[in-house]
């Protein structure tokens, strides 16, 4: 059997680059898209270790760079199976000193970013039945202060998860991952790299005992990636230790 081809956005670092080596330990050929080229080649050297890989330094945000790494993508593959929409970042900030380009960037990465690699990914995924996994967040449902931008950016990508599944089905089924608290420290790029300082008290809190980490998320992704969830499109997986249903009391 050939191969499916999944390209991963954000695949330099944390959840994208976990997700990278798990997909390409279980046969996939994967396209790591990362803006950021020192973290980008740090993972590729990893995954390649794995199976076939290759990466593609890409903005998610700028229109012309992903039609470019898409295309270079099935230029040399020959095609796209699968989109997994990582790439995001969060800028933390009261309200009032957030600025209009700061707001942008987040919007930009998380949201636009999302709907462009969608964009140009379609035309390949429709005739190979593929499958779209966007990240979203559990802060498009619970707030900590100063996540205006990164909060509406993971609920509009929420929101567009259900309407491109009503517009590419029963093409291409599309769904969207919320992740709590998960540790991506072992995932950075070596340079920026730091110990996680997690108390027992982060992993009680959570009601299955313990901070997730990005292994969690990239079997998720997998499952509904795979034939095993061909009857699912335009839902929303929860993936955060059950903090969401635990009543908190001072």
Known sequence: MEKPIVIITGAGQGIGRATAGYLAE???RVALLERDAEAGREALAEVEQLGEAMFVETDVAREEEVRRAVSKVAERWGGVN????NAGFAINKPLEE?????????IGTNLTGAFLCSKYCASHLRPRHGAIVNLSSVRRMMAEPHIEAYAAAKGGVHSLTQAMAISLGPEVRVNSVSPGWIDVTPWQKESARQPAELRPADHAQHPVGRVGVPQDIAAMIHYLLSDRSGFITGQDFVIDGGMLRKMIYV
Do not use: F
């Open 82 to 85: 699968y989109l997994v929409n």
């Open 26 to 28: 279980r046969n996939y």
């Open 98 to 106: 957030l600025s209009l380009e700061e707001w942008n960037a987040v």
